[in-house]
């Protein structure tokens, strides 16, 4: 009996190290996660003031676009029937995804969807990141005041749009709100379900399409590089503020239900 109850003893010791263990760890990692974000955030604060005393578009920003789109009669718009490729196509479909409506309509369609599955924090969160980005990326787009491209910089511009540049706008919301299902689809409730593997297929989808997004805003000439460039590192930087509201939400109602527990 007497060794026995030392097993025990022991036992709950270890454990009690092993927690105070995995929570040094988990400080040490929340540590690092702070100092990288605001070294992002400050970069994007450098590159923002940058690009506000310095609004035209650089000489590697228009090889680049040139080097994406390929060649075309200078100046060129679609309005002059320019030649139109099956890559014109498919970029003019991404960048009409992000257009106004769509960009609307499918986030409050997967905040039912996550409702109706009784995902009530994650779809709560997932429309306050997607609207606060967008609140306050069109707060920065207008302090930065950086016009957009126009035919006369020779490229070729798929459609003429009336407001800034920077930072990229659908580069912005899809980061915010495909990287915010993205991440969701890698959370325990996801990781725990039996046919979890069916959602590898989309979950590659949506890993390759915030890729092209950004390459649309560049080969449609709507967007210079480092106006997606910075469309990115916003839109990053803004997502891990929501994932990490995520986590802390679910440590406190989880912190709560215990309490609650132990009351009845």
């Not at 995995?22 to 923002?48: C, E, M, N």
């Not at 769509?102 to 969160?125: D, E, G, K, T, Y």
């Not at 991440?183 to 092209?212: E, G, H, N």
């Amino acid at each position: 009996m007497e060794r026995a109850r030392e097993r025990q003893v022991e036992q709950v010791a270890d454990n009690a190290t092993l927690i105070e263990t995995s929570r040094s760890d988990l400080r040490s990692h929340l540590t690092i996660a702070i100092i990288l974000w605001f070294i992002g955030a400050i970069v994007f604060t450098a590159l923002s003031f940058i690009v506000h005393n310095h609004p035209d578009f650089w000489p590697f920003e228009l090889s680049f676009t040139n080097l994406i789109q390929g060649p075309h009669p200078i100046p060129c718009t679609y309005s002059l029937q320019a030649p139109r490729t099956w890559v014109d196509a498919e970029a003019d479909l991404i960048n009409r995804m992000n257009d106004p409506i769509p960009s609307i309509v499918v986030p409050i369609v997967c905040m039912i969807i996550l409702a109706l599955f009784r995902q009530f924090r994650a779809s709560l969160l997932l429309g306050l990141a997607t609207l606060t980005a967008t609140l306050v990326w069109g707060g920065i787009t207008t302090l930065v005041a950086r016009p957009r491209a126009t035919p006369k910089d020779g490229i070729c511009v798929h459609r003429i749009v009336n407001v800034f540049s920077f930072p990229s706008g659908h580069v912005t919301h899809d980061v915010v709100f495909y990287g915010f299902l993205l991440y969701l689809s890698f959370t325990r409730p996801v990781r725990r379900w039996r046919y979890r593997w069916l959602l590898l297929p989309l979950q590659a989808l949506v890993a390759i399409y915030l890729l092209v997004v950004g390459f649309s805003r560049v080969e449609a000439g709507e967007h210079h590089l480092v106006d997606v460039l910075g469309g990115y590192l916003f839109g990053v930087l803004w997502l891990c503020i929501f994932i990490f509201l995520f986590q802390w939400s679910g440590y406190l109602l989880a912190k709560y239900r215990a309490k609650k527990k132990l009351a009845i």
